[in-house]
């Protein structure tokens, strides 16, 4: 089945390369040595590719963690949804998986997880205001957008989201 998928799709494995057995010792010798030095690049080069995707992941969650510090202090110093905003999913990479709301009418302030929220990848984070209503004043009969606080790295409080 799988064989079969490969083939559709022109996933097809290569055959191992075919090194014709020289006739002489001394050049047995060296293709020997040869393919064993190739084989140990092979690990190597291996090796350093998978540390160099490590340390590159962890910069671009650093790069990710200083937006959303960047824009909590923006926030907190303009006092309003700042435009640009780190997308949902930089703020979830970059450890930042709670948004702190207020509601505009009763002033009642919430936690959202936003690994729970259903989002495209490039949901900006300020977009989110206009999404959010608040469960309290929707019982009455009200439907206020609610106010961005700050991106923050666990709940700040264990009460119903919005």
């Known amino acids: 089945m799988l064989a079969q998928l490969r083939d559709v799709v022109g996933l097809r494995r290569m055959p191992p390369k075919h090194h014709p057995t020289p006739l002489s ?15 140990a690049m092979t690990t190597i080069l291996a090796s350093q590719a998978s540390e160099a995707r490590a340390q590159g992941e962890a910069l671009i969650r650093m790069a990710d963690k200083l937006l959303c510090e960047s824009w909590n202090e923006k ?22 998986s709670w948004l702190e709301i207020e509601c505009s009418r009763c002033r009642t ?26 469960s309290k004043c929707a019982k009455a009969g009200r439907r206020p957008p609610a106010t961005l606080l700050q991106l923050a790295p666990r709940a700040r409080q264990a009460a119903p989201e919005m």
């Open 25 to 39: 010792g001394g050049d047995r010798k060296a293709l020997a040595k040869e393919l064993r030095k190739s084989r």
């Open 75 to 96: 926030i907190w110093a303009d006092g309003g949804p700042i435009d640009p905003s780190p997308t949902v999913d930089q703020a979830i990479n970059s450890g930042y």
């Open 109 to 134: 302030k919430r936690d959202v997880e936003l690994v729970a929220l259903c989002h495209p990848p490039t949901t900006l984070v300020h977009d989110l205001a206009s999404r959010l209503r608040c």
